[in-house]
């Protein structure tokens, strides 16, 4: 039984600071491209960072069969169809509602990771610190939720892939780099998105995609690009049902976020966020007393 190594705490932290801007970022650029060409523009820009990466320092080492089939587990079920409902559900609800139902995806985690698949066992102050974290988030959101939408629905469903390509991913990121893995996680989403786009959208206009461009790059690059390494990273070191929870804190950065840069204030709602995000983020980077034994070489 091996221990888990919990200096990926770091790299969830870093990642989710970075993520947090994701939504502003699609928000801007759907204003004036069709969401299926800035999902395929933006998937584009992080493969073209992932082959880079590829050419400076290939992968040495050919990957296994199981590693190859897990690789194309995850680039179906995140490469594609996270892709696809999380950009179609964007579009047909609103941030807060957005927010909201994707927290969904801690709930699947542990539901398919730990419940079902027994791949890691439960940690009562990690799943106590998880629930502290999502009622803190809930606050953050509160103010920003409408009724519902036909976006939530899309999202709820999507908010179901993720957990079982990210279990596929941690096995394969045993033999493999990051930046392979998400490479063709990247070429994947890249080609399935470019298709609908074709079908649905048509051909862009010239202003309406140098209006894009900006946000396309940085979400590109920076966002589905370094950060998604930082991910991988992360849960190849941590469990991913705790990985997830940390990610949760997503939302804060965002309200901070617009504080500093677009001068919103807080609401006092939002504020009683704090104590229940700060005590479930100490359970969360608490280490537990006994080894993981989902970190077995499987």
Same mark, same amino acid.
């Given at each position: 039984?091996?221990?888990? +190594?919990? =200096? ?32 395929? *523009? ?30 194309? %587990? ?7 169809? #996270? ?12 941030? =807060? ?9 801690? &709930? &699947? ?12 066992? &439960? ?15 809930? %606050? ?6 409408? /009724?519902?939408?036909? =976006? ?30 998400? %490479? ?10 470019? !298709?609908?786009?074709?079908?649905? +959208? /048509?051909?862009?206009?010239?202003? =309406? ?28 070191? *941590? ?21 500093? *840069? ?17 005590? /479930?983020? #100490? ?8 080894? !993981? /034994? ?5």
């Amino acid at each position: 039984m091996k221990s888990r +190594d919990f =200096g990926g705490m770091p790299y969830i932290l870093l990642s989710a600071v970075l993520w947090a801007s994701f939504p502003v970022l699609t928000a801007v650029a759907l204003k004036t491209l069709p969401v299926f060409t800035a999902a395929a *523009l933006t998937t584009l820009c992080s493969t073209i960072f992932f082959l880079v990466i590829l050419f400076l320092k290939p992968q040495k080492k050919m990957p296994s069969q199981r590693c190859i089939r897990d690789i194309a %587990f995850a680039c179906v079920t995140i490469g594609s169809g #996270y892709y696809v409902f999380s950009y179609i559900g964007i579009s047909l609800t609103t941030p =807060g509602n957005a927010a909201i139902v994707m927290l969904m995806e801690i &709930f &699947f985690s542990y539901l398919f990771i730990s419940v079902i698949g027994k791949h890691e066992p &439960f940690v009562l102050p990690h799943v106590l610190g998880a629930l502290l974290m999502v009622s803190g988030v809930m %606050f953050v959101l509160a103010p920003s939720v409408h /009724g519902f939408r036909t =976006g939530d629905i899309v999202l709820l469903f999507g908010s179901m892939l993720p957990p079982l390509g990210n279990v596929a991913m941690q096995r394969a990121r045993k033999e493999v780099s990051a930046a392979y893995i998400m %490479f063709f996680r990247s070429l994947t989403g890249t080609v399935t998105l470019a !298709i609908l786009a074709f079908i649905f +959208d /048509g051909v862009p206009s010239q202003a =309406g995609l140098m209006s894009a461009l900006p946000a396309i790059l940085v979400g590109g690059f920076l966002l589905m690009g370094f950060s998604k390494i930082l991910w991988i990273e992360a849960i190849h070191r *941590l469990p991913i049902t705790q990985t997830i929870s940390v990610a949760s804190i997503q939302p804060l950065f965002t309200m901070l976020f617009a504080y500093v *840069l677009l001068s919103q204030t807080p609401e006092w709602v939002q504020l009683l966020s704090l104590p229940p995000v700060a005590l /479930g983020m #100490y359970l969360l980077t608490k280490k537990p007393a006994l080894p !993981i /034994g989902a970190l077995e070489e499987v």
